[in-house]
């Protein structure tokens, strides 16, 4: 057994977030293990870039209210105690709700030491794609 020490909370990138995004890295596997597990804090409105990952990911919501969608999909509200799971390969975004903060557990897997990148990143989410919602989505308590 052993207790990891503590990193330091490292800022989202603007590259890869709008808005302010903070993350600490819980666990980042070495072979043989793949497991990625970080803590994610999104003030309101901050939000991912469109991006993929080889194997998937599972986002999992400790607090405050979020939104993700995948491409071609609806804006989806995440609230406290929401899994939302990713397939391999799909594009999406998630991030916090414009009027709440949210956090959430981001887990995936590297895809092993000949599987190519973890991750891809594209473009930016526009705001007219993260203010996509229907009404009954608004501002959700």
Request: charged fraction near 20%; glycine fraction near 12%; include cysteine.
């Amino acid at each position: 057994m052993e207790i990891l020490p503590k990193k330091p909370s490292t800022k989202g990138p603007a590259a890869l977030f709008t808005g302010d995004v903070w993350f600490d890295v819980l666990a980042a596997g070495e072979e043989p293990s793949r497991m990625r597990v970080n803590v994610v804090r999104f003030s309101p409105c901050a939000r991912t870039a469109w991006h993929c990952h080889a194997v998937g990911q599972t986002l999992h919501v400790t607090e405050g209210v979020g939104l993700v969608q995948s491409r071609g999909g609806e804006v989806v509200v995440m609230r406290p105690g929401d899994t939302v799971h990713t397939p391999p390969g799909e594009w999406h975004w998630h991030g916090a709700a414009p009027e709440h903060f949210m956090t959430h557990l981001a887990m995936w897997e590297g895809p092993g030491p000949d599987g190519g990148p973890e991750s891809q990143w594209g473009e930016h989410v526009t705001d007219e794609e993260y203010n996509a919602r229907s009404d009954d989505t608004r501002y959700p308590g």
